[in-house]
């Protein structure tokens, strides 16, 4: 008899599919092994294991990974499977180099879940994909000025080479990577980036190095001092505000 766990996903008497909430535990006289399942609207009921059919943890057209055994993202193409030796479902995936795998469901075989899509907004990085009259920014890295702008030429607006606006049809938001930080006294600071201090003088500081003080190795108006006196700690402590310029 196949043994569920809470958060499996199964299907009752072959009429609809649910999740398991609890379980398994006896019915009164301990005739029965139970498990509640909730349904797609949300409601709980105690069901007979013998009326429980386990439904496959992925789907074709899935994105997965397995990284402890090596099998790296790629996209399910066929399955489930089940060789004669045993019931452990395996699936085929195509990986993003062409190769194909076919890794078994059991251990830590896990769906990549995708980024969900947010709205875009005025100051976001886009790339132009399409628009009337603008042929030479489509492909082009834009900043945007205007989101939802009534004009003919379309929503987006952004500012041209001579400074005047224009607008696109369609755009695509440029994942940024993300900003390599240090935090310090609970001020973040974007070690890619360039500071001015109280005094006028610019800071830039190095990501990935440590100073003696435990800091990013720094450089002030492009000179680096001594291992000690030019290093981010050392000029959030002498010379704050530093404000990103």
């Not at 019931?87 to 896990?110: A, C, I, Q």
Request: aromatic residues 12%.
């Amino acid at each position: 008899m196949t043994e569920f766990k809470v958060g499996d996903k199964v299907r009752v008497c072959g009429s609809f599919d649910g999740e398991i909430t609890y379980g398994p535990f006896k019915s009164a006289f301990e005739r029965y092994t139970m498990y509640v399942v909730r349904n797609e609207t949300g409601n709980e009921r105690a069901q007979h294991d013998t009326d429980l059919t386990a439904l496959p943890k992925f789907a074709i057209g899935d994105r997965v990974e397995k990284p402890a055994t090596g099998v790296r993202p790629g996209t399910i193409v066929a399955g489930p499977f089940v060789t004669e030796y045993d019931d452990v479902p395996f699936w085929v995936v195509e990986h993003d180099n062409g190769k194909v795998s076919t890794p078994r469901e059991d251990g830590d075989l896990k769906r990549i879940e995708e980024e969900p899509a947010r709205e875009i907004k005025v100051g976001d990085r886009v790339k132009v994909v399409s628009g009337r009259g603008i042929s030479a920014y489509i492909g082009k890295t834009v900043t945007l000025t205007k989101v939802g702008a009534s004009s003919p030429y379309g929503p987006y607006g952004f500012k041209g080479g001579f400074g005047g606006e224009i607008y696109a049809e369609e755009v695509e938001l440029i994942r940024e990577a993300p900003a390599d930080t240090f935090e310090y006294n609970g001020v973040t600071y974007d070690l890619t980036a360039t500071y001015r201090d109280k005094d006028g003088d610019e800071w830039t500081f190095k990501g990935g190095t440590r100073a003696s003080d435990g800091t990013p190795d720094g450089a002030m108006n492009g000179y680096a001092g001594g291992t000690y006196s030019y290093t981010l700690g050392y000029a959030a402590r002498h010379y704050a505000p530093l404000t990103r310029i």
